[in-house]
Structures are given as structure tokens and as C-alpha cells.
């Protein structure tokens, strides 16, 4: 762990603004645990496990999943991983977020820093239909970019690239939906109970410049650029 850094982080944003990749590279950079709900929901679909099954009726059509579900999987990491987290994607509601304050609270914990990654709509259409995805390591790929197809092994594990089922035009509309009516009220909850907190970032700029940016917020000296 790299001193200095902040402990409790929460990364938010629309779909495709980066918050997996920019997690990933904090993570590797300064050693704070990285945690997706997303990311945990896919592994459980992947596993055919009966939380998969549920939550992939879901997320395929772009709808977030119930709280409790959410809720669940974030404070049973919690339990098990501890109380230092950049979180990817939670609260994206505000019974999320009441949630997540209160189980912080029962850890005598406290958030240190919420970051928005904003991206306009064009920006995100244009990333999300033409994104390739690893489904088992989160490394993700634009098509027209760098030049990954479908069925290609990633370059990170090996494992075949895919299109993620939420990765249409039908689900990334209600997905949109979702971020609109049901996560920027929980940035205007954040702004007014802790003041300072949220910090927003341009996520249309180049990785690189958002990466400084992020890890100019978290703090500590990061190891390595990742
Ligand atoms: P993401 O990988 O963050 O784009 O999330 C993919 C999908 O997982 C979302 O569209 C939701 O269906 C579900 N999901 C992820 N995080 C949450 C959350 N905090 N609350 C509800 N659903 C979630």
C-alpha cells in the first residue's frame, strides 16, 4: 500500500467512461483493492450461479439490478476483504447510498472521495457499440481503435473477446435511463451531505490525462503508471 493514498473511493460515471479501466490502473498503482459490482455480477452469470441467473435477467436489458442484491455483494466484500476499496459502479442509487453509509458507519468508517468520470452521449454510443470485452479479466478494446475483433484472445488472459450482452442499442438506452433518473440523483445527495466530496473529471479526454487526474485526487505516489 502506497502511504498517502486515499482509502474509501468511489468511481461513478455513465456507461463506457472509463471507470473499470481507470480502477484497474489505480489498483495496480497504488494497491487499493479494487471492487465492481459489475464485474462481480458477470462472473456470477458466467458461473450459471443462482445470483448470476437473477441478476442477468437484469442487466441484459440494462436495467440495474434490486438494491439488496447490490447491497449485498458490496458489504459481504466488505466482511470478508475489509474497509479499503476504489468502488466501481455503487451506489448508483440512493437506497445504495444510504446503504453504503450506514454499513461504513457500523465500521466507523467514512467515504474519503467520490469521482465522476463524465462523457457526453455521443461519445458513450460511439464507445459502447464499438467495444470488445474480456469477460473473465475486464480488459476492454475499441473495434475501430485497436483493432481487436470478436473471438480474438485478449491480450491480457487469453480468453476469448466478446461483446458484452449489455453492449446494444436496446439495453445502453435503458441503461442511459438508469444513470439519469436513478444514479445523478445520488451525486446531488453526495453534494449535499458531504460537501467537498465529488470531484468530476472529463473522462473524454485520452486515458493518460484522466489517469493523472484520478491519481492526483486518490493521492500517494503511484509505483508505476500501470
Ligand atoms: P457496469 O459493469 O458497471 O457497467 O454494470 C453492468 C450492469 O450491472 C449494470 O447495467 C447493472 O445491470 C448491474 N449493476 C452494476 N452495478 C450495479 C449497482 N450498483 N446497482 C444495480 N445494478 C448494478
Known amino acids: 500500500m502506497v502511504p498517502g493514498v486515499k482509502q474509501r473511493v468511489v468511481l461513478l460515471g455513465p456507461p463506457a467512461s472509463g471507470k473499470g479501466t481507470q ?11 479494487h471492487l ?6 458477470r462472473i456470477e452469470s458466467r458461473r450459471g450461479s443462482d445470483i448470476g441467473r437473477k441478476a442477468e435477467a437484469y442487466t441484459i436489458r440494462g436495467e440495474l439490478v434490486p438494491d439488496e ?27 445504495q447510498a444510504v446503504s453504503l453509509d450506514a454499513a461504513l458507519e457500523s465500521r466507523n468508517a467514512l467515504l474519503d472521495l467520490i469521482i465522476i468520470l ?7 454510443r460511439s464507445r459502447i ?40 442499442e436496446t439495453a445502453l438506452s435503458q441503461r442511459l435511463e438508469a444513470y ?25 479526454q485520452e486515458s493518460d490525462a484522466v489517469f493523472t487526474e484520478v491519481s492526483a485526487l486518490i493521492g500517494g505516489k503511484p509505483t508505476r503508471s500501470a
Open 118 to 124: 463524465e462523457l457526453g452521449e455521443e461519445a458513450i
Open 180 to 204: 439519469r433518473s436513478q444514479t445523478l440523483p445520488v451525486l446531488a445527495y453526495y453534494e449535499r451531505t458531504v460537501p467537498g466530496i465529488l470531484h468530476r473529471i472529463d473522462g473524454e
Open 36 to 41: 465492481s459490482t459489475g464485474a462481480l455480477l
Open 129 to 168: 457499440l464499438n467495444r470488445i470485452s474480456c469477460l473473465v479479466c475486464g480488459a476492454t478494446f475499441s473495434a475501430g481503435l485497436h483493432g481487436y475483433e470478436e473471438g480474438e484472445p485478449c491480450p491480457r488472459c487469453r480468453t476469448p473477446l466478446a461483446r458484452r450482452k449489455d453492449d446494444t
Open 23 to 33: 480502477a484497474d490502473r489505480i489498483s495496480a498503482a497504488v494497491g487499493l483493492p
Open 69 to 95: 442484491m447490490a447491497v449485498e455483494l458490496v458489504t459481504g466484500w466488505m466482511s470478508e476483504n475489509g474497509c479499503r476499496f476504489l468502488l466501481d459502479g455503487f451506489p448508483r442509487t440512493l437506497s
